[in-house]
Nanobody
């Protein structure tokens, strides 16, 4: 059974940086693409970023491109989301997601329906 555990959320000021981590267990981590989504109060869950299984390709939402970086360490079974120049509109619960199919590239994975496994989420709050 796949388990995903996020950490690293918190309260920061606009312009600050934060790094989220997601530790995965339960299967061969390196065979699957990973993603990050977020959900603000009263809004639908939205795509943030995806990293392919090989850690070569990444895909970002336009709203975070140039500010956020997704990466993975297959030796540690962990995916990261480095968030720079945070804005109040980045405030949300951030969720880690794992692909349910092996060896897919990030460009094909940018909706919640593309992912089969989810973490419990970590809160990120950005004050102005």
């Amino acid at each position: 059974q796949v388990q995903l555990v996020e950490s690293g959320g918190g309260l920061v000021q606009a312009g600050d940086s934060l790094r989220l981590s997601c530790a995965a267990s339960g299967r061969t981590f390196s065979h699957y693409a990973m993603g990050w989504f977020r959900q603000a109060p009263g809004k639908e869950r939205e795509f943030v970023a995806t990293v392919g299984w090989s850690n070569v390709d990444t895909y970002y939402a336009d709203s975070v491109k140039g500010r956020f970086t997704i990466s993975r360490d297959n030796a540690k079974n962990t995916v990261y989301l480095e968030m720079n120049n945070l804005k109040p509109e980045d405030t949300a619960v951030y969720y880690c997601a794992a692909d349910s199919s092996m060896f897919r590239s990030s460009q094909w994975l940018h909706t919640a329906a593309d992912f089969g496994f989810w973490g419990q989420g970590t809160q990120v709050t950005v004050s102005s």
